[in-house]
């Protein structure tokens, strides 16, 4: 019915509009992918070849499982310790992290109580703030309590996320207030209707929410620069961009291939977790 | 609950009333609790020892036989940071690359946006998850592979420099070295701020758009006068945030400046990590923060002035 033949030009897309739009689109995706073919080629290519053959396509020899295996070799095996401790320090970054979002925004959506628009304020200003400028003030204060050089540096800041708070907020409405109070009118305690009842029914807001922690600790890169000095403490981002700065030996390859291996958790974590990724923005863009 | 106010005179009702809340206050704040902490931790006590330390300095003793004293210093920090010429180098340096930058970056969302939502769309879900993807990377590790790119020893673009005639570092060069940077900044984050034009275009119900065609409204009246101002609010968000990421500019210069010409101090963040960090003065990292804190507040709440008034 509405597609009426007395319109039939303003309801079909002209040839005109879909080819340049189309045209745009693959344009677009050629611009995005660049950088990532190119490295993936590049990752396959012994230290000659990289130099020497056309680079945005393989070279005869692949030499990718050689680059892995020096990767992990090079140095006393450091690539790998650094993998370990992005993977420590963003998994326990997001567990941590999604238990104190989901409690704090719960409390936010769902009591009453004093001084709770003081601490929406907080959060609402917390959400503005410019996380890095915050990271210099953070170094002196851990310097001055000694947490400098310890994990827990970035570990903790990084389980301190409005945004995470914020997230939370938005879920724990969606859970209907009869449900907790004909969990409190069965005598259930208010931590247990919060442990079984309200996470259970939040569990894909908790994936989403910690999905942002995790790849935001990932890839944070001033925290752990100001926090950490010893090399086996360092995150795999770190890790990479100081090799990428060495002097004495030419390190590409190894920076390549192992650059390639430390976005691969992430891309995985995008790809399978798409519509997370999309509920989390789409609450932020809605509400902000 | 119920027992309790039928068995007790009226007055007591109220009484219970008030208890129940109160037992809720508690309650909620055992909930915030944890919160409470890290978020003290984090962000309370740094920003207030940015303050105090931006208020003593480290006075070496001259004949370096005694040790350093940390004596109040009242306002010289801040003094000392306004009244540096590199310092105004560096905010003029991120504000050159944010007035570039942004519109380049919010327009090509937009644009992007208004294409995968257009009738004539064809590689939706494809161009969705690739425009998005450079977000999930690592900024580190893009600086690190586009600083590749950059280089002319290894660079498929530096070929392609030389075939047009032109030179083949001509990416690192100092009066291009800034585009260079913007070019990594937007590959990042253009995707993100698409898929938020994307969320605010799909909150409009289908039928509006089919009122509007039946009614003769062209492809472009369309996103003219319906598309483009329901993403108002959306474009407040994405403008705010990338004013607030460009002030604290970082990686991608700290990244480049291993392969091109940048000084330490070449943005302020940058001059603020190499004060606390490379010099160990507290006091001038403590007065940046908080001078750029301010900064970036202002600039925030100025472009949400204008655009309020602009869209009344």
Redesign the interface.
Known sequence: MSRSPAHPRSVAPSTLSRVTVNAGLLLACAYFLFPIWWLVVASTKSRGDLYTTPSLWFSDDIAALDNLRRVMEYDGGNYLRWIGNSLLYSGTAAVIGVLVSMAAGYALAKFDFAGKSLVMVTILGGLLLPSALLTIPLYFFFDSVGLVNNPLAVIIPSCASPFGVFLGLIFAETVPDEVIEAARIDGAGEFRIFFTIVLRMLAPGMVTIALFLFVGTWNNFLLPLVMLRDKELLPVTLGLQTWQGYKAVDLTDLVLIGSLVAVLPVIVLFLTLQRFWQSGLTAGAVKG | ?AATSTAAPPGADLGARTRR?TT??L??????A???V??T???L???I??VW?SLFTVQRSATGLEPARRVFAGVDNYAEVLGSEVFWQGIGRVLLFGVFQIPLMIVGAL??AL??D??????VA??R??????F???????A??????YSP????LS?ALEAVGLDRGLFLEQNVLLLSMANITT?TF???NM??FL??LK?VPSDLY?AA??D????WSIVWHIKVPLVR??LL?TV?LSI??T??L??EPF?LR?VANVSADYTP?MM??NA??GNND?GA??A??VV??VI?GLL?FGYSRVQARFSR
């Open positions: 609950m809340r809720h206050t309650t909620a704040w055992l909930f915030l944890p919160f409470a890290v978020f931790v984090s962000f006590g740094p920003i020892a940015s330390n644009v992007l294409m995968i257009s009738l004539s769309a064809r590689f494809l161009s998850i690739v425009y998005f993807l450079p999930a990377i690592p900024g580190v590790i893009a690190i592979v586009w600083a590749y790119l020893s290894l660079s498929p070929t590959w253009t995707g993100y898929l938020i969320s605010a909150t089919e065609r039946i003769g409204a062209s492809a609010n959306a968000l705010l607030i990421g002030i604290q970082f990686s990244v291993k963040m603020a990590y606390a960090c507290f990292a403590g940046i923060s750029l804190a970036a925030a």
